[in-house]
């Protein structure tokens, strides 16, 4: 995304365009599939910008979670980590992630897989799925060769 969609986006949800705002989209998409937490946002942002404040990061990744214009993501590291959120809500429901238990690589990944389960919990419970997180863990491709281990039985 370009500078002038990030300002399109911000209007469309009733932001105001601000350089902080514009600073911390812009680092966040520089760094396409890196996941960054709020402070690796900062290190990168005041470079910059260098009398950004941490608390202005803060206070403007949380203000871009809550009208879904960026992604807060966790993978249970112990860091909050933020991700550029895809401006058609309804392409943001699929999206989804791999880690690597043993080098932490995580890979994202397109595509609904869950449609069969939201439908029957609707049909069964009438239950409304509006979005889901998946998070699947195991070993990339790189670990795998680097154990020598080349089928999945071996790890299970």
Known sequence: MEQ????????ERGLKVTNQRLLVLE???S???????AEEIYELAKEQYPEIGLATIYRTVQVLVELN????VSFDDGFVRYELGNAKADSRHHHHHAICQECGRVLAFEGDLLETLEQALYD???FVV?????KLTGYCRDCIKRKGQENMEEFN
């Open 4 to 11: 002038e969609r990030f300002k399109e986006v911000l209007r």
């Open 27 to 29: 680092t966040i998409a």
């Open 69 to 72: 214009v960026i992604d807060k």
């Open 31 to 37: 760094h396409p599939g890196e996941h960054l937490t």
């Open 124 to 126: 069964t419970m009438g």
């Open 130 to 134: 509006t979005d889901h997180e998946v």
